[in-house]
């Protein structure tokens, strides 16, 4: 039963950051985001943001740097929006997982060409 709530809370959080994200961050280094996935420790006491940035390393690693900076704003603006006890403490973090299945795709793709 706590497991649903966790990843309930999880997904209303993934919602909501991206909505933060997207809308409500002015700074320059925060350019394309999208927030790929939440993990929300059983406790509900810390919670990490997966994000993914269209760009180069020098793009996410800024857009990194500007998301930490906002962590405050983007923790209070969770606070106000989603109904806890307490708001986790956040983390972001780059998710690398769509380069590595695009890269897995490529392999796949540069094997079938070679079959032929």
Known sequence: MANLRVHRVAEQMKKEA?????NRIKDPRVGFVTVTGVDVTGDLQEATIYISVFGDDEK???????????????????????????????????DTSVEYGSHIDQLINKLHRNEE
Do not use: M, Q, W, Y
Request: zero cysteines; charged letters at 40%.
């Open 60 to 94: 996410k690693k800024a857009s990194l740097e500007g998301l930490n900076k906002a962590k405050g704003f983007v923790r209070s603006e969770l606070g106000k929006r989603i109904r806890l006890r307490k708001t986790p403490e956040i983390s972001f973090k780059i």
């Open 18 to 22: 991206s909505d933060i994200i997207g």
